[in-house]
DNA sequence: GGTAGGATGGGCT
DNA sequence: GCCCATCCTACCC
């Protein structure tokens, strides 16, 4: 598998949105897995309650307020961990959610840790289940994404695609606002 | 094809 | 004590 360079730690400092539909596309990588990220959420943090950041600083969200390209992990309803980049300039809130992959490295691997993907596209087409097959946990919490195992890079072609948007899925605070981004068209998207 | 309900535990009020 | 940025199974069209 040949893929791109490491995305740059500028890549990140940017506002969340457009560091959202920028992520669409590029290649999420852990170990010898990897897959094309073709579903993100941003969490701009600040007036949007729905961000973990809103409620400000705690031991659970401090990397989100530290510099830009670094992994927040956290636990959610008691047996997942959902998979986030950190983005803005250093001490500004902001993540995106990675919420789904179409794999392309790593396939079997993928399958052992997720026996009940019966379809190649539940492989990761959500957030709890892209953290089973790529491996990443808790422990990656604050990782550097420019180095080391777990990196974003650019893909060996980039391909054009439209982005559609959607409301945030699961959450019922800013629940209408439309920041859910898709690769349009795409089968590996948790849902339409 | 579709969905209701349960599993399961950390974070925060 | 309540709330989750979820997933899977069973069950029902």
């Known amino acids: 598998m040949a893929l791109g360079p490491i995305l740059p730690r500028r890549f990140y400092a940017r506002d969340t949105i457009a560091a959202a ?11 010898a897995t990897a897959g ?3 579903e993100t959420e941003a969490y701009p943090g600040g007036d949007d309650l729905a961000s973990h950041s809103s409620r400000g600083l705690t031991n659970r969200t401090r990397v989100i307020f530290g510099a830009p390209g670094h992994a927040y992990v956290y636990f959610v309803y008691g047996m997942y961990e959902c998979f986030n980049i950190v983005v803005e300039p250093e001490g500004r ?4 959610l990675v919420r789904a992959l ?4 790593g396939l079997d691997e993928m399958r052992r840790r997720r026996p009940a993907a019966r379809r190649m596209e539940d492989l990761a087409n959500g957030p709890g289940k892209l953290t089973i097959a790529l491996g990443i946990t808790l422990r990656d919490y604050g990782a550097d994404l420019t180095r ?3 990196v974003v890079r650019e893909p060996m072609e980039p ?4 982005i559609a948007v959607t409301p945030r899925v699961g959450i019922s605070a800013c629940a ?4 859910r981004f898709l690769i349009a068209g795409n089968r590996f998207v948790s849902k339409i």
Do not use: D, H
């Open 159 to 162: 391909a054009s695609f439209e």
């Open 102 to 105: 179409e794999p392309i490295a």
């Open 93 to 96: 809130p902001g993540c995106v």
């Open 176 to 179: 209408a606002l439309p920041l």
């Open 36 to 38: 094309i990220i073709v």
């Open 148 to 150: 080391g195992s777990l």
């Open 21 to 31: 539909r920028a992520l669409l596309g590029r290649v999420l990588v852990k170990g």
